[in-house]
Structures are given as C-alpha cells and as structure tokens.
C-alpha cells in the first residue's frame, strides 16, 4: 500500500510559478510511474504530467513548455513545477501511483487528497 501526500499548492498571480510536491510512503514507489491530474470545478479529471520510474515524462500539449514532472526516487517525491499560469490552471492537483501508471487515472492504483492551485488575474 502506497500513501501519497501533495503539498504546494496555494494562490498565485498569473504569470506566477509553484512547485508541487507529491510525498510517498510504504509500497515500492520508486519502481511506479506517477502522474499528477487536476480537475476544476465543474469539469472532468484533466491529466497534466506523468513520469515513469526510471525518469521518462509525457505532458500533454496543453501544459508543454510550462510544466515540467521530475522525481527524486531517494526521497520517494514527485514534483510538478509549473510556470507561466493562467487562470485556466486553477484546479485540485493530484497526484497517483502505480506500476501501470501513464495518461489516464485509470491506470494508476493510488491516490492522494489533491492540493488546491489558485491562480488569479
């Protein structure tokens, strides 16, 4: 059993950065895939950025060039950094692992809270 915790997200002016942080615990995280996923209020679950364990990432059109996925399996964490937001950008960002893990959240086992990303105008 993997336990993932995000952290970092907050309130940002658009045009603004956060690193995100996805912490895990227990199971063999470092040999998953992790992806991170938002979903605004109202819309469906949107996947943002994955990477595999041994360090490939996939984002999608939408996101490339402005979010970046890395991982420090040593310290068993995920981060997102996100540059350049907009206010589109504002949503709950999770992140989910797994060993099958890749662009859609099907493929993943486990699941954090989600941490809330603000961005304003």
């Known amino acids: 059993q993997v336990r993932l915790v995000e952290s970092g997200g907050g309130l940002v002016q658009a045009g603004g950065s956060l690193r995100l942080s996805c912490v895990a615990s227990?199971?063999?995280?470092?040999?998953?895939?992790v992806g991170w996923f938002r979903q605004a209020p109202g819309k469906e679950r949107e996947f943002v950025a994955a990477?595999?364990?041994?360090?490939?990432?996939y984002r999608p059109e939408s996101v490339r060039g402005r979010f970046y996925i890395s991982r420090d399996n040593a310290k068993n964490t995920v981060f997102l950094q996100m540059n350049s937001l907009k206010r589109e950008d504002t949503a709950v960002y999770y992140c989910?692992?797994?060993?099958?893990?890749?662009?859609?959240?099907?493929?993943?086992?486990?699941w954090g809270q989600g941490t809330q990303v603000t961005v304003s105008s």
């Open positions: 227990g199971g063999a995280f470092s040999r998953y895939a």
């Open positions: 990477i595999s364990w041994d360090g490939g990432t």
């Open positions: 989910a692992a797994g060993p099958k893990g890749w662009d859609k959240d099907d493929e993943y086992d486990y």
